[in-house]
């Protein structure tokens, strides 16, 4: 299914609702078992601060191409963080997980939002306004977290979670406090959220963020998607910054910037986290892990696993 909503910047959870035929109960959107379950529930405190809560999956494929369409001088800044919530153990779903990161982004940026079926999706979409995120971070001089705050030109980061974040989220399931400081609770969550995801930015190089157009932005984000398409093979630097239109050194700035390493170090990095999963979740062989992601020496292999995983394979697989 398709849906194509125009958010004038009031967020698209209605609209989305009353597409897929979702029934509203109190704060929260309850997903029809038609379509699938769980709920979207969020609040919003002012034009400062406004959250969104998605723990549900869809037994279709939804896609939604997102215009937005802001009042002038709106200018949100957007926090994505995604996979943060357990997936629910229930064999009988078989639900992939989401995967988990923080994507930061202007809220003026329109995008398509891909919702795979039988996923299962728990994330937490925060955003608030260029005054308020001053008001909490405008005191930090590190050049990334002051790109974001003052969020002059297209910007987007990406990073991975953390421990910190996905214990906050799981304290935010439910209902923890009675319903009369429910609101106030959720604002102090989102302030905390927002703190543990610069507080992860702050570990960057502290160097000035260049400017991207929004061609940049895809060209890098189709790097991305080759270097996770082909783990099995080193990447091309020469060829990727070729095909992106840009110098070598300019993709490799700009890459670094938006996820927080280098074209190469990307690349292994999620190659290792593809042989932690083949060996944990597909129970392959060491050896055939190894083959399958394009290493023909396994004493290297095993030294770049612990390298990044912190366990050789071997034992790994006995965890």
């Given at each position: 299914m398709k849906i194509s909503?125009?958010?004038?910047?009031?967020?698209?959870?209605?609209?989305?609702?009353?597409?897929?035929?979702?029934?509203?109960?109190?704060?929260?959107?309850?997903?029809?078992?038609?379509?699938g379950s769980g709920y979207i529930t969020g609040f919003s405190w002012g034009s400062e601060l406004r959250m969104m809560i998605r723990n549900y999956h869809l037994k279709e494929n939804i896609s939604i191409d997102r215009t937005n369409q802001l009042a002038k001088g709106q200018e949100d800044i957007v926090f994505l963080l995604s996979g943060i919530f357990p997936t629910p153990a229930d064999p009988a779903e078989q639900l992939s997980?989401?995967?988990?990161?923080i994507l930061i982004c202007k809220h003026r940026v329109s995008s398509i939002m891909d919702m795979p079926s039988n996923t299962s999706f728990g994330s937490v979409t925060i955003a608030v306004s260029k005054t308020y995120l001053n008001e909490l971070f405008g005191h930090i001089k590190h050049p990334v977290v002051k790109t974001i705050v003052e969020a002059k030109e297209n910007l987007v980061f990406e990073t991975n979670?953390?421990?910190?974040?996905?214990?906050?989220?799981?304290?935010?399931?439910?209902?923890?406090?009675?319903?009369?400081?429910?609101?106030?609770y959720y604002k102090l969550k989102c302030e905390e959220l927002l703190t543990h995801t610069i507080s992860i930015l702050l570990q960057r190089e502290a160097v000035p963020a260049a400017d991207m157009h929004i061609d940049d932005v895809k060209a890098i984000y189709a790097v991305k998607l080759h270097l996770q398409s082909h783990l099995g093979e080193p990447p091309n630097i020469a060829q990727l910054a070729k095909e992106a239109h840009m110098s070598q050194p300019r993709l490799r700035k700009l890459?670094?910037?938006?996820?927080?390493?280098?074209?190469?170090?990307?690349?292994?990095?999620?190659?290792?986290n593809e042989a932690a999963r083949l060996i944990k979740e597909d129970h392959l062989t060491i050896s055939e892990v190894g083959y399958q992601?394009?290493?023909?020496?396994?004493?290297?292999?095993?030294?770049?696993?612990?390298?990044?995983?912190?366990?050789?394979?071997?034992?790994?697989?006995?965890?």
């Open positions: 909503i125009t958010d004038s910047g009031l967020g698209i959870v209605q609209k989305f609702a009353k597409a897929i035929g979702a029934a509203t109960k109190g704060r929260f959107v309850i997903i029809p078992k038609s379509k997980p989401e995967k988990s990161n979670i953390t421990s910190k974040i996905v214990q906050t989220a799981a304290e935010m399931l439910g209902q923890p406090v009675p319903e009369s400081l429910e609101k106030q890459f670094s910037q938006t996820f927080g390493k280098g074209p190469f170090e990307y690349y292994q990095s999620a190659r290792m992601l394009g290493f023909t020496n396994l004493s290297h292999f095993s030294r770049v696993f612990r390298q990044h995983i912190g366990h050789k394979p071997k034992s790994y697989s006995k965890l």
